[in-house]
Each structure stands twice: as structure tokens, then as C-alpha cells.
């Protein structure tokens, strides 16, 4: 079974997009679409800004939807999904493409979630550190023995889990699982404490947003973040997006369970092979490839 994954904040790149805006006059046509809802040309940013400008929260997470579902849209038929799963801010471009979310509703919930989101990182500085090589139960051990907001955000890989918090808890955190036995505690250059209940604030306007916008079945199961399990009823798919701001990123058993149900292929559409990498942790007898014009 062929499974689509969709990648999130981190895998800009300046000049992504432009390959397939100058391949296709329906991708230019969305492109065209999304800078009008948007009330800027993010395609001006996306092929010709600088690395700092895409690193602005409101221009990353649309960037790498708008990269994501057009080239996924512009596949044609040989995009034949029979499950589909996104990382975080990718959870949107499947449900798009899997037919769940307009192209003009999605771009429009990206928008509301990168400006929410950073208005809540304004309001608490926070921050977010990758942890190497211990298992998932120490970390969160862990986590629960800070006095600081500290939690596990995303379930990368086996080995591989990124915490979210305040600055002091983070700090703090890092220092206990270095001395754990952590190979590494990596500071992420992020805004904020995603996935966390720092990012509460934000998710009461994106409850909003959400709550408002027309969710449909979509053609295959989305296994969504929250609890790794596949969806297709409109109401369950809406509290889970909302559900997604501050819990943790599901993606090691996301990965394991879309194995568990029947897939073979995993095929990133998006920016970068970030995601290729990560399941190939999880399963490295799985085929995987990028989705490409």
C-alpha cells in the first residue's frame, strides 16, 4: 500500500516551489490563488527571500504547505493515496490532499495557525531542544520531574525526541538528560514551545478557525499526530487538528501503526527528505521516495 507523508516547519528551503510554478499553469494558477488569500506574495519569499525571511513562523508554515499540496495536486493521477499522514503543520497539507479541506480553506487555517502560534510565542519566550539517543520512557520521566513547563513534543524516531517548553525547563531538562546518558540535547532554532500547553492561547483561536471551516470525508484514512490512529469522519479529524497545538507529535507510532495497517511505500511530498530519514529509523526495510514532477 502506498503511503504520503507531507513534511513540517523546518523543511524550507529559498527557491522551493519554483520548479513547479514554472512547470505547471494550474500550480501557477494556486499559487496565484494563495498569495491573494494570503494579502502578500509568499511566492516572492519562497523563490527569492533569504533564509531569515522564510524562518518567520507566518511565512514557514505556508511556504511548506503550499509546496506540499501543489505539488501534490499537480501529480495528477499517479497520486493515488490509500493513507495519508503530515507532521505537525504537514497534518494539513493531507488533509487537503486526501480531499478533506479546500486548497483555499487550508491556506486560509495555515494562515490563522502560524499567526496564532506566533503570537503566543511573543507573549512566552519558550523554546524547544531535540534529544539524542535515549528511549522515549527516560525522557519523559524526566520531563515530569521539572518544576518548569517541560514536555515531549515530537516522537521523531526511536531515539530521537524533541521537548518543548519554557526556556529554564528546557534548560533544565537538557541537563538531567545529558547526565541520563543523552548523546546529545540540541537547542532548536524555533520561536517557541510547540506542542506544548505553552501554545494554549494560540489553540483557542485555532479552535476557532477550525470549528468554522468545512471539513469533508477524505478519500483514505489520515493518521493524525495526536494518537497515531487513521480517520475519516469530519468531527473526530476537527478535534484532533485542534487537539495537535499542544499535544505531543505521534510520528514514531504513526510510522509504526501505517505499517501495521498495510504500507509498503512511503512517499514524502514536500520540501526536503527529512521524513524519509525518520522512517527508515522506525522501519528500514520500508521503501521510501520523494514525490517528484
Given at each position: 500500500m502506498k503511503a504520503y507523508i507531507f513534511?513540517?516547519?523546518?523543511?524550507?528551503?529559498?527557491?522551493?516551489?519554483?520548479?513547479?510554478?514554472?512547470?505547471?499553469?494550474?500550480?501557477?494558477?494556486?499559487?496565484?490563488?494563495?498569495?491573494?488569500?494570503?494579502g502578500f506574495r509568499i511566492t516572492d519569499v519562497m523563490f527569492n527571500g533569504t533564509d531569515e525571511d522564510l524562518k518567520q513562523t507566518n511565512v514557514t508554515q505556508p511556504a511548506i504547505f503550499l509546496h506540499s499540496v501543489i505539488l501534490a495536486k499537480t501529480l495528477g493521477d499517479r497520486f493515488q493515496p490509500e493513507m495519508v499522514a503530515g507532521h505537525s503543520l504537514g497534518e494539513f497539507s493531507a488533509l487537503v490532499s486526501a480531499g478533506a479541506l479546500s486548497f483555499g480553506d487550508g491556506v486560509r487555517l495555515v494562515a490563522a495557525r502560524a499567526n496564532a502560534m506566533q503570537k503566543a510565542c511573543e507573549v512566552q519566550p519558550s523554546t524547544m531542544a531535540a534529544i539524542l539517543g535515549l528511549d522515549?520512557?527516560?525522557?519523559?520521566?524526566?520531563?515530569?520531574?521539572?518544576s518548569d513547563?517541560?514536555?515531549?513534543?515530537?516522537?521523531?524516531?526511536p531515539g530521537q525526541l524533541v521537548i518543548s517548553g519554557t526556556i529554564a525547563g528546557v534548560d533544565h531538562a537538557c541537563e538531567?538528560?545529558?547526565?541520563?546518558?543523552?548523546?546529545?540535547?540540541?537547542?532548536?532554532?524555533?520561536?517557541g514551545a510547540f506542542h506544548s500547553p505553552l501554545m494554549e492561547l494560540a489553540k483557542k483561536e485555532l479552535e476557532t478557525a477550525i470549528l468554522a471551516t468545512e471539513i469533508k470525508s477524505p478519500v483514505c484514512?489520515?493518521?493524525?499526530?495526536?494518537?497515531a490512529k487513521p480517520y475519516t469522519d469530519a468531527d473526530s479529524i476537527k478535534a484532533n487538528l485542534i487537539a495537535q497545538l499542544t499535544g505531543p507529535v505521534k510520528w514514531t507510532q504513526t510510522m509504526?501503526?501505517?505499517?501495521?495497517?498495510?504500507?509498503?511505500?512511503?512517499?514524502?511530498?514536500g520540501p526536503g527528505n527529512?521524513?524519509?530519514?525518520?522512517?527508515?529509523?522506525?522501519?528500514r526495510a520500508v521503501q521510501t521516495e520523494s514525490a517528484s514532477l
Open positions: 513534511p513540517g516547519q523546518g523543511a524550507q528551503f529559498v527557491g522551493m516551489g519554483k520548479d513547479i510554478y514554472e512547470a505547471s499553469a494550474y500550480a501557477r494558477e494556486l499559487f496565484e490563488q494563495a498569495n491573494q488569500i494570503l522515549d520512557f527516560t525522557v519523559e520521566d524526566i520531563c515530569e520531574r521539572v513547563v517541560v514536555v515531549p513534543a515530537n516522537y521523531n524516531c538531567l538528560l545529558l547526565a541520563a546518558g543523552a548523546k546529545r540535547a540540541l537547542k532548536l532554532n524555533v520561536g484514512p489520515v493518521y493524525q499526530n495526536v494518537d509504526q501503526r501505517m505499517r501495521q495497517d498495510g504500507a509498503t511505500q512511503f512517499i514524502e511530498v527529512v521524513l524519509q530519514g525518520l522512517v527508515k529509523k522506525v522501519d
